[in-house]
C-alpha cells in the first residue's frame, strides 16, 4: 500500500532534520508531505533541502498559522487527490516515535480502516507525565468516549495511519475543529461511516527541543465540541 507522512510543522526547525532521517529509516517506501504554516524559523527551506538529499519529501507552504486541523485537512485532501492508499497523521516534535510506524501500517494492511497509536491500551505510555496532566487526558477521553459512544481508549491521540478510503466516506472540509477535537472528531466520524478502529500501543515522550503550541483553548475547544456533538446526535437519533 501507497503511504504518505503528512508532518504539520510550527518552528519546528530544531526538529526537522531527525523528525525526517528517522521516518525514512522506519518507512523507506513511504512518501512525506511537511505542511508548514511560514514558519519564522526556516523549518519549510530546511524540509524542501532535505527533500533533495533524501527524495519523497515534498513541502506544502501555507502562508500564516492556520491551525493542525486545517494542517491536516489540506495535506489529506493533497494525499487523496494524489491515490495515496494510506495517510499517516504524526507531530513533528519526536514526541511520536517513527519507529512505530511499522506497526500503523499493519493494521491497516491487515484491515483497519483507523490504526491509533494508543497511550491507554495494555503495552502504551506517557513515560514523562504529571498525575494531574494524565487525569486530564485519561478523563478527556473517558468523557468524549462516554458522551459519543465511541469505544476507543485514546481517541485525542495524533500519531495514527488512515485507509484513504475510509477518509472518501466523508467531507474532510467539513470537519472544523482543530487541536484535540480535531483528533477526536476525525475519530468520530470514521465510526459513524462503519470504518473500524484498531488501537496500536505507543510510548508518548514529551518534546525535547522547540516549544507546544498547544493551548488551554484547545482542551476547551475539544470539550465544548465533544458536548455539542453528543448533543446534536441524540437529538437527530430522537427525531429519528
Ligand atoms: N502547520 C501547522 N502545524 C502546527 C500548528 N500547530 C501545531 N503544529 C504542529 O503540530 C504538531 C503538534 O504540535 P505541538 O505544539 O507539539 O502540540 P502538543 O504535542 O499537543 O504540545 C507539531 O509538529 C507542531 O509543529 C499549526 O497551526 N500549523
Ligand atoms: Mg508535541
Known amino acids: 500500500m501507497r503511504a504518505l507522512v503528512v508532518l504539520p510543522t510550527f518552528n519546528e526547525a530544531t526538529n526537522i532534520d531527525e523528525v525526517l532521517r528517522r521516518i525514512r529509516a522506519a518507512v523507506p517506501l513511504a512518501e512525506v508531505l511537511v505542511v508548514d504554516d511560514g514558519s519564522p524559523d526556516g523549518t519549510a527551506d530546511m524540509a524542501e533541502s532535505l527533500g533533495r538529499e533524501l527524495g519523497a ?4 507552504r501555507r502562508a500564516q498559522k492556520a491551525g493542525l ?13 494524489r491515490g495515496f492508499d494510506v495517510l499517516v497523521e504524526m507531530d513533528a516534535d519526536l514526541s511520536h516515535d517513527p519507529a512505530a510506524l511499522p506497526a500503523l501500517l499493519a493494521a491497516v494492511e491487515h484491515g483497519a480502516d483507523l490504526a491509533i497509536g494508543s497511550r491507554y491500551v495494555p503495552g502504551g ?11 486530564l487526558s485519561r478523563w478527556g477521553n473517558r468523557y468524549a468516549a462516554g458522551v459519543l459512544g465511541l469505544a476507543i ?3 485525542t ?16 472540509s467539513t470537519v472544523r475543529a482543530e487541536g484535540y477535537g480535531f483528533q477526536i ?16 500501543p505507543i510510548a508518548f515522550v514529551d518534546r525535547v527541543r522547540g516549544t507546544s503550541k498547544m493551548s488551554g483553548a484547545i482542551v476547551a475547544e475539544a470539550l465544548g465540541l465533544v458536548t455539542v456533538w453528543a448533543v446534536r446526535d441524540r437529538v437527530l437519533r430522537r427525531r429519528g
Open 157 to 172: 491521540s495524533g500519531f495514527r495511519a488512515y485507509r484513504s478510503d475510509a477518509l472518501r466516506r466523508f467531507d474532510l
Open 125 to 135: 505510555s506517557i513515560p514523562h507525565w504529571s498525575w494531574h496532566r494524565r487525569a
Open 69 to 81: 486541523g486545517s494542517a491536516y485537512r489540506a495535506g489529506f485532501t493533497d494525499g487523496l487527490a
Open 153 to 155: 481508549n485514546d481517541s
Open 57 to 60: 519529501i515534498t513541502v506544502l
Open 185 to 200: 472528531e476525525m475519530a468520530y466520524r470514521v465510526v459513524r461511516n462503519d470504518g473500524r478502529v484498531v488501537e496500536v
